[in-house]
């Protein structure tokens, strides 16, 4: 099936945590966490939206300046959220630089800022590069209960876990996911084309039934335009079927409260990236880290019902030895915990 989100760690399982997730057939993007992201292309850097750190410890933030650089002057703005302070970390960034001719780009380029607090209260700045940017204070931005950023067609939740500090756990999700039945689309007699997009579109969207679509598409006989009605279409040529969910969880403690809050936010998940950074003949030292062992990572995975699991950040201690944390994993989260030796 093809769904709307395609995820892709940005690194491999030993480099700086970030998942990239492209929206097919859409030229944008979002980013979970920002730091080495110099292995993405300008082109792929340029399609991103939003971007969310988890916090800002420097495996997760440093490129924060390479994401600037390369948008600088040729973007007009980007959406970025994060914890407690977040304003004020991007601020020192952004004043560490001279901005004497920015102004002068033809393209602004406008950072709006979002501060997520650990009670639910959100601050929101905006910085442009037609001011040199100066923080400009902005409405406050107040998350609804867990959501950060909704749209008509997805939404990307996140809730706060213990890694000594806070740590933002996410979730984006496809709010529903429609089905195209091509058998159908035969047999009355029209043909698929960019008019499906269209279609899709103003369905997930709450489009009114009266709403016209131009279907439009190729065959052997030529080239074919019909108009109709969103509403003639809908229900035959559509499934509507529950969207993606995928899950973002990176640098947190094992713990009961830890646990219940992954439970909470990511009940059913269809995939799932977790942090599985030691063995669990090392729990002692990952405890001590604040971090996650690859049995712990494969328990959580099981406990919220994942339907798939990527491991991720793991130590450099097992350069070489990836296979281990890996089987560890996979065999938390497929075998119950009675039946494991």
Known sequence: MRYLFEPRLVNDAFGDPGLFVDFRDERRALLFDLGDITVLPPRKLMRLTHVFVTH???DHFSGFDHLLRVV???KAGIVLFGGP??????????RAYTWNVVHRYEVELVLDVREIGTHGHGQRARFSSRTGFARE????????DDVLHEEATIRVRGRFVDHDIPCLALVIEEKAHLKVGKDRIAELGLGTGRWLYELKHAVLTGAPDAMSIEVQWRDRSGEHTITRQVGELRDVVLDVIPGQRVGYVTDLRYS???VRTLSQLLAGVDLLF??????DKDKAHAARKNHLTARQAGEIARSVGAKAVVPFHFSPRYEGRSAELEAEVQTAWSVPEEERN
């Open 256 to 258: 009961e409260a830890n």
């Open 56 to 58: 800002t410890h420097m």
């Open 137 to 144: 204070p902005c409405a406050p931005f107040g998350p609804c």
């Open 274 to 279: 977790i942090e599985s950074v030691f063995l």
């Open 72 to 74: 600088l002057g040729r």
């Open 85 to 94: 302070g977040f304003i004020a970390q991007v601020e020192h960034k952004l």
